[in-house]
């Protein structure tokens, strides 16, 4: 059973901070990082990997530094979001390279094996260029496989997937992690993430936003009250609306228009265009105040990415 500790982890390149002041421990089972694009969630992967240091901080294994320590990569597989560039390779053959790379003692039987694992031995002597992009990700998945480590890092297994590819690929993750592996894997849809993470933890704009079972998460995302800035054709009459509504907790005018607090995150919404539109007071922009929280919330209640 294997432990990755992270503590106040940060990379920036150049100018961008890319990760800020991570910490978090992700134990066996399946652990689903969550936020949009560019949220910082493959370089994070590539540092816990090993493929990229950190600018500050540390990441441990097992009480081992991942950094610089070669040991790490038996006991870590990734599984990068780009597509391998060896689709000349057959399958078998870029499992193999995979085995050798690790100097394994049986190569072949290892190779053998991470294929099985996959079900994808019987389209093993095909070019992998040829394959489908579920194939493609089981192959690649095969190659992380291919020396049995305890701690699988996934990169946004389940992009352009089909729902089949997608059940297949989900099925596979758990048998990993039933036997016993430390599991992650990076998406930026919360279906994807709550359907099959037993954990959640959530990054946006490099830092980490929230962390629980997904139920604990969507209880964040509707319980909190939650602060929007209104800005409408007449600010005034729509703050009287609301209050009247009863559908916010405080309304405050200011110089940029309402600060609004709903204590209903959805119902707030669902509302406001139906305040506005009874009192035919047209609505100009509805954003979060507090661009941290309130856009992870946003986001994940909207589904965008
Ligand atoms: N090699 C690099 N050089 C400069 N900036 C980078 C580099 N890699 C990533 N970044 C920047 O760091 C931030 C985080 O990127 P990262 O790829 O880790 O996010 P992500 O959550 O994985 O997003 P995506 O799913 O879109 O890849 C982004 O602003 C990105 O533009």
Not at 26 to 51: E, R, Y
Not at 118 to 134: L, N, T
Not at 230 to 255: Q, Y
């Amino acid at each position: 059973m294997s432990e990755l500790r992270l503590d106040q982890v940060s990379r920036w390149y150049g100018n961008v901070v890319a990760v800020n002041g991570i910490s978090m421990t992700i134990g066996p089972g399946v652990t689903g990082l969550l936020g949009p694009n560019g949220a910082g969630k493959s370089t994070l992967i590539h540092m816990m990997g090993g493929f990229l240091p950190p600018s500050t901080g540390t990441i441990e294994l097992d009480g081992a530094t991942i950094w610089k320590n070669p040991q790490i990569y038996r006991h870590v597989g990734l599984v990068p979001e780009r597509e391998s560039a060896y689709d000349f390779l057959t399958g078998r053959q870029f499992v193999l390279a995979m085995a050798k790379l690790h100097k394994l003692p049986d190569p072949g039987a290892a190779a053998q094996r991470a294929l099985a694992m996959v079900e994808m031995e019987p389209a093993q002597d095909r070019e992998i260029g040829k394959y489908s992009k579920g194939m493609k990700q089981r192959v690649k998945m095969a190659s992380a496989l291919v020396h049995d480590p305890p701690v699988l890092l996934l990169d946004e297994p389940f992009n352009g997937m089909d729902p089949r590819q997608r059940l297949q690929l989900m099925d596979l993750i758990r048998r990993m992690a039933a036997e016993g592996r430390t599991v992650l894997f990076s998406s930026h849809i919360l279906e994807e993430v709550e359907r099959l993470a037993t954990h959640i933890e959530v990054i946006v704009a490099g830092r980490h936003a929230a962390s629980g079972d997904f139920r604990a998460i969507r209880r964040l995302m509707t319980d909190r009250p939650h602060v929007f800035l209104v800005r409408s054709a007449d600010d005034r009459r729509l703050a009287a609306a609301i209050i009247a509504d009863g559908s916010a907790r405080s309304v405050e005018l200011s110089g940029q228009g309402l600060r609004v607090e709903a204590t209903d995150f959805r119902r707030f919404t669902w509302l406001l265009p139906q305040v506005a539109r009874k009192e035919g007071v047209r609505l100009l922009e509805v954003s979060p105040a507090d661009e941290s929280l309130e856009s992870v919330f946003s986001y994940l209640v909207g589904g965008a990415g």
